[in-house]
């Protein structure tokens, strides 16, 4: 089998000075006491969505701006608009009051034609506003387009971690991806569940991602899942009980099905379950 390390791709030097200058004037106004990202969110979209098209409330004010113009311009204010997480109940509403602009600049960036699959500049732009949306981000965070979470202020990120296009990261009940942790694209990571009874019954449980673990395509964990250092759920896998350390878990529900080449010995100690004796009355 070939090793085949990522190569190294870049734009074209004037290009990639107009990046870096727009990164780092977009992270030194997040970055600001007191900033307000309401109106930064507002500012940017309308630049990317509406480029030349003049002054933002006169635009909107103008009579002669057609009804669904309007409706567009006042969708670049996170006033304007109302995201799924606030609608559930256990959401704390002024922690995500203050972190909805990010939430709303995540998801239009990825949809505008700057976004989309620019890698090279999503990559970096995601990181700069995860340090400010999540509970925690380590370095060289690595996300890529399509990417969305519930609360964000529930999800802790360390480092090296890689995150794939078109994951759900449910943090509800929290979520904890160790460093090096990969997950590949469509994969759902769960930390809340619902009762079969009723679905209004909801349980929340921090799922834990540890170190050099590999999450891989369409793969599920469910709530309260520990996937443990070096563990690998497998395609379309469902994860309903904890991942041993290096073990490779496969199938619905998943189960483990061969240890990593790599395991220390302890990886491969059967686990038993101590039965209990009956007692002499």
């Given at each position: 089998?070939?090793?085949?390390?990522?190569?190294?791709?870049?734009?074209?030097?004037?290009?990639s000075?107009?990046?870096?200058d727009?990164l780092?004037?977009?992270?030194?106004?997040?970055?600001?006491?007191?900033?307000?990202?309401?109106?930064?969110?507002?500012?940017?979209l309308?630049?990317?969505?509406?480029?030349?098209?003049?002054?933002?409330?006169?635009?909107?004010?103008?009579?002669?701006?057609?009804?669904?113009?309007r409706?567009?311009?006042?969708?670049?204010?996170?006033?304007?608009?109302?995201?799924?997480?606030?609608?559930?109940?256990?959401?704390?509403?002024?922690?995500?009051?203050?972190?909805?602009?990010?939430?709303?600049?995540?998801?239009?960036?990825?949809?505008?034609p700057?976004?989309?699959?620019?890698?090279?500049?999503?990559?970096?732009?995601?990181?700069?506003?995860?340090?400010?949306?999540?509970?925690?981000?380590?370095?060289?965070?690595?996300?890529?387009?399509?990417?969305?979470?519930?609360?964000?202020?529930?999800?802790?990120?360390?480092?090296?971690?890689?995150?794939?296009?078109?994951?759900?990261?449910?943090?509800?009940?929290?979520?904890?991806?160790?460093?090096?942790?990969?997950?590949?694209?469509?994969?759902?990571?769960?930390?809340?569940?619902?009762?079969?009874?009723?679905?209004?019954?909801?349980?929340?449980?921090?799922?834990?991602?540890?170190?050099?673990?590999?999450?891989?395509?369409?793969?599920?964990?469910?709530?309260?899942?520990?996937?443990?250092?070096?563990?690998?759920?497998?395609?379309?896998?469902?994860?309903?009980?904890?991942?041993?350390?290096?073990?490779?878990?496969?199938?619905?529900?998943?189960?483990?099905?061969?240890?990593?080449?790599?395991?220390?010995?302890?990886?491969?100690?059967?686990?038993?379950?101590?039965?209990?004796?009956?007692?002499?009355?």
């Amino acid at each position: 089998m070939a090793f085949l390390p990522l190569r190294a791709v870049a734009p074209d030097d004037a290009t990639s000075r107009v990046y870096d200058d727009w990164l780092a004037d977009l992270e030194g106004r997040l970055g600001e006491p007191g900033a307000d990202w309401y109106r930064i969110t507002r500012e940017v979209l309308y630049q990317l969505y509406f480029p030349g098209f003049g002054d933002y409330d006169e635009r909107l004010n103008d009579p002669a701006t057609p009804l669904a113009t309007r409706a567009a311009l006042l969708a670049m204010d996170p006033h304007g608009i109302t995201l799924e997480p606030e609608y559930y109940a256990d959401v704390d509403p002024e922690r995500f009051a203050r972190v909805k602009p990010l939430h709303w600049l995540w998801q239009s960036f990825d949809r505008s034609p700057l976004g989309g699959g620019n890698v090279h500049l999503g990559v970096r732009f995601r990181r700069i506003l995860a340090r400010h949306l999540f509970a925690r981000c380590g370095r060289n965070f690595k996300c890529f387009h399509f990417v969305e979470f519930s609360f964000g202020y529930n999800l802790e990120v360390g480092d090296d971690v890689v995150v794939h296009r078109c994951v759900l990261l449910d943090d509800r009940g929290g979520i904890t991806l160790g460093d090096r942790a990969s997950i590949s694209d469509y994969a759902n990571i769960y930390s809340h569940t619902h009762s079969i009874v009723d679905q209004r019954d909801v349980t929340n449980a921090r799922t834990v991602l540890e170190d050099d673990v590999r999450i891989t395509y369409h793969a599920t964990v469910l709530a309260g899942v520990r996937v443990g250092r070096s563990g690998m759920v497998g395609a379309s896998a469902v994860a309903t009980k904890d991942v041993r350390p290096f073990h490779v878990n496969v199938g619905i529900p998943a189960k483990s099905i061969r240890i990593k080449p790599n395991a220390p010995p302890d990886a491969y100690v059967t686990e038993r379950v101590m039965r209990r004796e009956p007692q002499e009355p």
